[in-house]
């Protein structure tokens, strides 16, 4: 699996190379070479809220043919950058797999706009392990596509008209240098990517969604929400407006997992479709207490033959008893000719 570090503070992933395209995904917009094209086939976040910072573990499965890339991702305030940890998508997997039912088969056959330009103001550089990343903050898109542009890097239009919400509302932008080939010669940013982990200061749970106002296409994400309750997705500051988009609790219930216990208490699993992004999105995804804790805990059927000498021993027992029925009736027949 090919290392993917990331960004916060609407984070941005850059290439190592000249001007890139980026395309759309869930939380943001991805980087790549120019003339190519990479597409998130997979979208998989992990987000919880403790003691005033919320932390956005978010796993990616991409397609593209080129070895270097990067996503963009907005964050309200500013945001510390580190790898994620496997490990917890896997110990997420245990948490939400489908418990067995076991199903008794007795009988053998059941089946289962432009301003004048001005330049962001560079808060911070800092180096994440091999790569270096800029924190910056900007009051235009103009100013701020310039100093992409400058330092060897550029955005659609599409994708650059996304920046201004996030401009308006003072969040701001980390820029990383991204090099997915970690040296090997011919290794692409293909396949499951390493997660990413992304913390800032919050007092509420949200997850950026306007990036992906620029996509075309169908966009579809899965929001593991941890918390001490059930929750439910909302457009960002409202308790009770619902998301434009097709929405499924797939999972929620009690967190067993030791890997997982630190992140929250309650586990809520949602799937999220956008069929027309364009159009879809208006805000952020706001995260609220549930009216209830009702857990949702997908089963699958696992039928349990139950058997005697190879044979469904309901088939056995119904064909003794039609034996047994017809010896006895030909007991009582010739009983009653003797009298």
């Given at each position: 699996?090919?290392?993917?570090?990331?960004?916060?503070?609407?984070?941005?992933?850059?290439?190592?190379?000249?001007?890139?395209?980026?395309?759309?995904?869930?939380?943001?917009?991805?980087?790549?070479?120019?003339?190519?094209?990479?597409?998130?086939?997979?979208?998989?976040?992990?987000?919880?809220?403790?003691?005033?910072?919320?932390?956005?573990?978010?796993?990616?499965?991409?397609?593209?043919?080129?070895?270097?890339?990067?996503?963009?991702?907005?964050?309200?305030?500013?945001?510390?950058?580190?790898?994620?940890?496997?490990?917890?998508?896997?110990?997420?997997?245990?948490?939400?797999?489908?418990?067995?039912?076991?199903?008794?088969?007795?009988?053998?056959?059941?089946?289962?706009?432009?301003?004048?330009?001005?330049?962001?103001?560079?808060?911070?550089?800092?180096?994440?392990?091999?790569?270096?990343?800029?924190?910056?903050?900007?009051?235009?898109?103009?100013?701020?596509?310039?100093?992409?542009?400058?330092?060897?890097?550029?955005?659609?239009?599409?994708?650059?008209?996304?920046?201004?919400?996030?401009i308006d509302k003072r969040w701001q932008f980390v820029a990383v240098r991204l090099s997915a080939s970690e040296g090997a010669d011919g290794t692409l940013l293909d396949g499951m990517l390493d997660p990413i982990q992304i913390s800032f200061p919050s007092q509420s749970l949200q997850y950026p969604l306007g990036m992906a106002k620029a996509e075309t296409s169908e966009q579809s994400l899965r929001l593991n929400v941890f918390s001490d309750t059930r929750v439910d997705l909302v457009r960002a500051g409202t308790t009770d407006v619902p998301l434009d988009a097709g929405v499924r609790t797939a999972w929620a219930g009690e967190v067993t997992e030791p890997a997982l216990s630190g992140l929250g208490a309650f586990l809520t699993v949602v799937d999220v479709r956008l069929d027309t992004p364009a159009t879809q999105i208006s805000s952020e995804i706001g995260i609220v207490a549930a009216a209830d804790s009702a857990t949702v805990d997908p089963a699958v059927v696992v039928v349990r033959p139950i058997e005697l000498l190879g044979f469904p021993l309901g088939t056995l027992l119904a064909v003794w008893a039609g034996l047994g029925l017809l010896g006895l009736l030909g007991v009582t027949i010739a009983r009653s000719r003797l009298r």
């Open positions: 699996m090919r290392r993917f570090w990331a960004v916060a503070v609407a984070s941005v992933l850059l290439t190592l190379t000249a001007a890139a395209p980026a395309h759309a995904c869930g939380c943001g917009a991805v980087v790549s070479a120019p003339g190519a094209v990479v597409d998130v086939t997979s979208e998989s976040a992990i987000l919880s809220l403790k003691d005033g910072v919320e932390t956005i573990v978010l796993s990616l499965g991409v397609d593209s043919v080129i070895a270097n890339g990067g996503l963009i991702v907005p964050t309200p305030t500013p945001a510390t950058i580190a790898p994620g940890d496997p490990a917890l998508f896997d110990a997420l997997h245990a948490q939400t797999l489908p418990r067995e039912r076991v199903v008794d088969d007795w009988w053998g056959n059941l089946v289962a706009p432009g301003a004048p330009e001005t330049a962001p103001q560079v808060i911070s550089r800092v180096a994440v392990g091999p790569l270096e990343a800029t924190t910056l903050e900007a009051t235009d898109t103009a100013g701020l596509s310039r100093w992409l542009t400058d330092n060897g890097f550029e955005l659609t239009g599409e994708v650059s008209s996304q920046l201004q919400q996030y």
